[in-house]
């Protein structure tokens, strides 16, 4: 005879539930199955949302603009930490591939957005994230069309990593680019340099100093438009991102095969950037902006470009930095705050903090 | 910035300039010894606003570059072991020993950290009992302190996973060795400013006075600098071979009692192969034997490693001032900062390094 305690009572054939995993991202939510759906839907929907995004289709369609050029461009987001003062990999994320195109004297206009999450990733970060995107498509006026979301397994990935792919169009009569600059012509900057590398740097508390500084990073598109009402024949623009202004100035002197000469007592660094930089060993030239452009413009548009900068909030501090030369060639000079001259060279590799 | 823009101040700095200008009337070969200050006479393009008599030749007092080529093996071969945290002041990872650098012993797994102070390793060590956490205790008596510390919390805390590869030297047996060379060519010095706020400048006057040259404290900002070149100009050109303080705001004649008292309880001082430079006798620090515990080299047993410095650099000659950067036949070629040579391309204080990064090559 069977003990009480032994019988089984059997409630139907039913397995356990899954569980949602609504709170982390696992494994399955890059299955292309239901999680990946769930996830789609309730996560990304809400804050990427319009009406080409929801269609749902494997590719986006758009129509083409009647007039002007196309440009495109993508780019690959990887920061840590995800947030920092100022910023975060969403707004970065959006306002990286919007300066790409605005700096080639496009109207950004779609981005696509591809992530790679870890899993673990706590789902309300993929939402905080989300949102700062959604904060940053709005002030740049342009929306996500298309997406993608894969998931790699714990310690393969740094909690997300972001692609964005932009297309912009280019109105005719734009006509700027990396060697367009000319001798004669003014270099301007639109405000003080260093502040995105030095929060990062900061925030990531690895080097155990502190720093009151926030990142710059902006859409700069609103900025820009309102440089080529100044100046339809802007010559160069560009966003000074890693290696700094020097390695931007650099770049260009190569390309156009002109000199440019910059004074070192114009250039703008807030007193913490400054602090920082002078500890670590770092100059601040060489630190890297994701709020700023430079702006090469015949001599005869200098203020009246200048002026359109100040009035954005963006270009507040804007400066002229220097002007472009003939020779010496490929070469950026720099006249020291004592009166010296150098050789400012791009930066060999890593930034590392000098021993002493 | 306070204390540092005023400093920087193209008027002062001009005043300073002119006075050189009325006081010197012959040739002279001044060294800075230290690196840092290579870096702010190019960087601010001092050398070129100074009066042709005067030739700043630019000496050895880069810790990164004169860090012997073996030690780097060492670091490398204690850096690829899997128990390993490797911790290190940030330039010390490019580096190039024999055959790689602490970056790609980083890039094929080695746990190689950089960090800011020393203590943050002791810190690393805490955390990680499980690891070895290691501290590439290299540079002058300016790091010193710092790194003796280290070793001396880590006894305290009685911590047995923290370990110190050590490499320190020392300035005055530098300047010993300069100008007991029989190439020497200097005729004065401009002492290292934060070496002397340690270790203050009594070990100077009876060097002056052996060598019949006159060396001056100098700091590091452009006023500092010039300052100190119109102090040994006026040294030099009234024939007065003292040592004299043109940084008094950092530095005292005895320098910091605490610190050196700290440096005197771990190290002890030996004889240390400078790279390029060769054996100075009683020119570097290692740690006493009461600390033994925590040497690297004894712990990883890595203490037989040697290694051959590469032939076409002559950093050597470079650093006692004998040779500038561009006479060198690999310099900017087959030598830049992305693949450098020699340590002194490395550094951002080494010669050949600030030469080549604020454009020294013929423009």
Redesign the interface.
Known sequence: MREEKDQVTIHGLICPRPLAHDDIVVLGHGSGGKMTQDLITRTFYPSLENPTLLRGDDAAIVELPKSGRLAISTDAHIVAPLFYPGGDIGRLAVAGTVNDLAVMGAKPLWLTASFILEEGLPIFILEKVLESMKAATHEAGVIIIAGDTKVAERGKADGIFITTSGVGVIPAGRDVGGAKAEPGDSVLLSGPVGEHGIAVLAARGELEFEADVASDVAPLNGLIEIMFKACPSIHVLRDPTRGGVATTLNEIARQSNVSIQVNEINIPVTPPVMAACEMLGFDPFYVANEGKVVAIVPAEYTEAVLESMRAHPLGEHAVRIGSVTDEPAGRVLMKTTIGGTRVVDVLAGEMLPRIC | ?KY?TEY???DL??GVLDEIRRTVTQPWVVMEICG?QTHSI????????LPPEIELVHGPGC??CVTPLELIDKAIAIASRPEVIFTS??????VPGSERDL?SVRAAGGDV?????PL?AVKLAQQNPDREVVFFA???E??APPNAMSVSQAQVLGLDNFSVLVSHVRVPPAIHAILGSPHNRVQGFLAAG?VCAVMGYWEYPPIAETYKVPIVVTGFE?LDIVRGILHVVRLLESGEMAAENAYSRAVTFEGNKPAQALIERVFETCDRKWRGIGMIPQSGWKLRPEFAAFDAEGRFHVADIQAEESPLCIAGLILQGLKKPHDCEAFGSQC???HPLGATMV???GACAAY????R?E?
């Open positions: 910035m540092v920087r101040d193209a700095v001009n840092g190019v960087r601010y393009g001092i050398d070129q606003l810790p990164v002041y940030g330039d010390m990872l490019r970056f950290r950089v960090v800011y102070s943050d290299i540079g002058f300016t790091t934060h452009p830049t900062p992305e550094s951002s204080e080549y990064r604020y454009g090559v423009i």
